[in-house]
């Protein structure tokens, strides 16, 4: 199976080491009993869902009844439009016992749904304060990013394409930056829609990948969450195994400078007179 | 800033023209466009746009899977009072109409939260006719402190408001606002208001702006459609919406399409329309406004309901009683319109898993309890 990892490839967040590197998520899914088929194909590690859509006293209806005991938790604080929405948010996640998780969203347009940075980082701040292991969701920026990282995020989390329009890796540049720059891990959240387009995100060196929409509205969610699983081991073993540097020239496969060879050629000799 | 100003260019006959005589052309180039804005929509609205309704319908359903997945918010009406000043000739509660009138008390109305409670639903819309001395601000707030323990999210469709009063109701546990103009024509308005205080156009038009100013959540809009030619009428909604969202892009924008049905008072709709109309509105608007939740009402059948479903509907009333004490059989007062589809929320339930998408009952989570320091 090629979806095998390396062994020694983890990724370590909040001190527990992920073999996976795909997070799920919970949202959009035409039926949550759906949800524990989709973890086991995706071989996913880490699953995200909003506190919003969590009612404890639903009985079996209760989205965490779905989630198998296995999983990470990573409770979101989807609908917070400020930084102590955000705050408040996390705090009951912990309290209703959704583990010490939390992806900072903090989105104040409607139309747009991109994250406040700004609002974010104060999130962040707060909450790695009180112990929280904190991912934010955020806008590949490198200065929003380094803030985020003093603060104490245990993750940095750029949007590939604007939530939910499944139009890929369009902030790839952006995202290339991060990966360079910061020693955090990079996940790449919002905007995958393909297997392929998170295989890419993963040969650029990012740390994992979180897709929820195009698994939940695929004509078969647990299909396609396999798919994804192995997209995502795939482009890491390719990212683990040094792919060829991008050139944006094609460059001659016999090299015009072939003839030095490796030792850059003989010195001159000396020639008797 | 005021809506006033840009709903009155709408107005102007400029738009309705555009609006009728957008050719094919204009359709395809709206179908095709990444972000249709106000020029697509017309297109969009228009007659030629009726020949291509099923690729109308088509785009709207991906748009809204990949928006809001395959699910449905589920929530029900809670009606506090039909006591009414105005004069609305369409409307059952028209103070000339000759019906029991009622009105809960705060512990009759939490009677009937924990009736609706029960059926697992946790969205609910509080209802009162306009007459603020009996059934003004304080009292709606005092219902909604006794509700908002049982209801996560909690909106309110009463009269038009200033922004205070707003903020006392959002002190007490609102977080929504549903506002219907009814009409933006605002000359037919003066027609179909002849007394009472909704009689003020301007003053109601500028009501969901207060509710945004005064931090509720999400705020709900819509025309009742058959009152006047329905492509404007959307089209004025859609660009309402478009001016609340610029202006407060922190608040939830949702659209209803209530569609006019016969009533106690035999009044009759002058602009009725056809189930098609309803799809080609309803798929525009979400073409337009990817993200605006899209609400459709028990007004409509069973049938149609369903069919709906898939094609950008958001959010779906079930369980529903229009009239005062509905809900625990009490002071039963008459409805304000007849509803076309009864089914209780375990049928409602069924009926949309068997579409494949799932009833979403819980959507928010009151951070009262959640005080900074209260870790």
Redesign the interface.
């Known amino acids: 199976m090629t979806t095998t990892p390396e062994p020694d490839d983890f990724l370590e967040i909040g001190g527990t080491r992920l073999q996976s590197r795909l997070f799920v998520g919970t949202?959009?899914?035409?039926?949550?009993a759906l949800i524990p088929a989709v973890c086991e194909a995706s071989g996913a590690q880490v699953i995200t869902m909003a506190?919003?859509?969590?009612?404890l006293d639903?009985g079996p209806?209760n989205l965490m009844g779905h989630i198998p005991a296995h999983m990470v938790r990573l409770p979101n604080t989807s609908?917070a439009?400020t930084a102590?929405?955000a705050?408040?948010?996390a705090?009951?996640a912990r309290?209703m016992g959704c583990g010490h998780w939390i992806k900072i969203e903090v989105v104040?347009?409607?139309?747009h749904?991109l994250p406040d940075g700004y609002a974010t980082a104060r999130a962040t701040e707060t909450l790695a304060r009180?112990g929280f292991v904190v991912l934010p969701y955020m806008n590949p920026d490198l200065y929003v990013a380094r803030s985020l990282a003093d603060a104490g995020a245990a993750a940095v989390m750029p949007l590939g394409a604007p939530i939910?329009?499944?139009r890929g890796l369009r902030t790839r540049e952006m995202i290339a930056v991060l990966i360079e720059d910061l020693d955090l891990p990079v996940i790449v959240d919002a905007g995958i829609g393909r297997p392929s387009q998170a295989c890419e995100a993963m040969e650029m060196g990012a740390a994992a990948c979180l897709v929820n929409?195009a698994i939940?509205?695929a004509a078969d969610p647990v299909g396609m969450a396999r798919a994804f699983g192995r997209a995502v081991a795939a482009g890491r073993e390719a990212f683990l195994s040094g792919p060829g540097a991008v050139r944006a020239r094609a460059s001659a496969s016999s090299p015009l400078t072939g003839f030095l060879g490796q030792d850059g050629g003989r010195a001159p000799q000396e020639v008797a007179p | 800033m005021s809506f006033a100003p840009a709903c009155a260019a709408l107005h102007d006959g400029e738009t309705a023209r555009a609006i009728e005589t957008a050719d094919e052309a204009a359709v395809l180039r709206a179908l095709d466009a990444p972000a249709p804005g106000p020029h697509d929509l017309a297109a969009l609205l228009s007659p030629a746009a009726a020949a291509h309704l099923e690729a109308l319908a088509r785009r709207a359903h991906e748009t809204t899977?990949?928006?809001?997945?395959?699910?449905i918010q589920l929530f029900t009406p809670l009606y506090l009072s039909n006591h009414c000043t105005n004069g609305c000739v369409y409307c059952g509660f028209n103070s000339a109409n000759r019906i029991p009138r009622a009105q809960l008390t705060p512990p009759q109305a939490l009677e009937e939260g924990r009736a609706i409670a029960a059926t697992?639903l946790?969205q609910l819309l509080l209802l009162t006719g306009e007459a603020p001395a009996r059934a003004g601000t304080d009292y709606i707030a005092a219902c909604a402190r006794l509700l908002r323990p049982l209801f996560?999210s909690l909106a309110v469709e009463v009269h038009a408001l200033s922004e205070d009063d707003y903020r006392v109701l959002v002190r007490a546990g609102v977080d929504g606002m549903t506002m219907f103009q009814e009409t933006y024509d605002r000359t037919l308005y003066a027609t179909l208001h002849p007394r009472g205080p909704k009689r003020d156009y301007a003053w109601r038009l500028d009501a969901p702006q207060r509710a945004c100013r005064a931090g509720m959540?999400t705020v709900n809009i819509g025309a009742l459609l058959g009152l006047a030619p329905w492509r404007l009428e959307v089209f004025a909604t859609a660009m309402h919406a478009r001016h609340l969202?610029r202006h407060h892009?922190?608040?939830?924008?949702a659209i209803s399409l209530p569609r006019m049905r016969p009533h106690a008072g035999a009044w009759q709709p002058a602009h009725p329309l056809t189930d098609s109309d309803l799809v080609q509105a309803m798929t525009a608007l979400r073409l337009f406004l990817p993200?605006a939740g899209i609400t459709i009402s028990t007004r409509e059948s069973p049938t149609l309901r369903d069919n709906l479903v898939p094609l950008g509907v958001t959010r779906m009333s079930a369980g529903v009683s229009t009239a005062v004490g509905g809900h625990t059989g009490g002071e039963a007062g008459t409805g304000q319109f007849e509803i076309s589809d009864p089914r209780g929320v375990q049928d409602m339930c069924a009926a949309l898993?068997r579409r494949?998408?799932?009833p979403?009952?819980?959507?928010?989570?009151p951070?009262a309890?959640?005080?900074?320091g209260?870790?």
């Open positions: 949202g959009k899914f035409g039926d949550d506190l919003r859509r969590v009612d639903a209806a609908g439009r102590d929405e705050v408040r948010i705090r009951l309290a104040a347009d409607s139309r749904l009180e939910g329009t499944n929409t939940a509205t | 899977v990949r928006h809001f997945g395959r699910t697992g946790r996560p959540r969202q892009p922190g608040v939830d924008l993200q898993r494949g998408y799932q979403v009952f819980k959507d928010w989570e951070l309890d959640a005080a900074p209260a870790a």
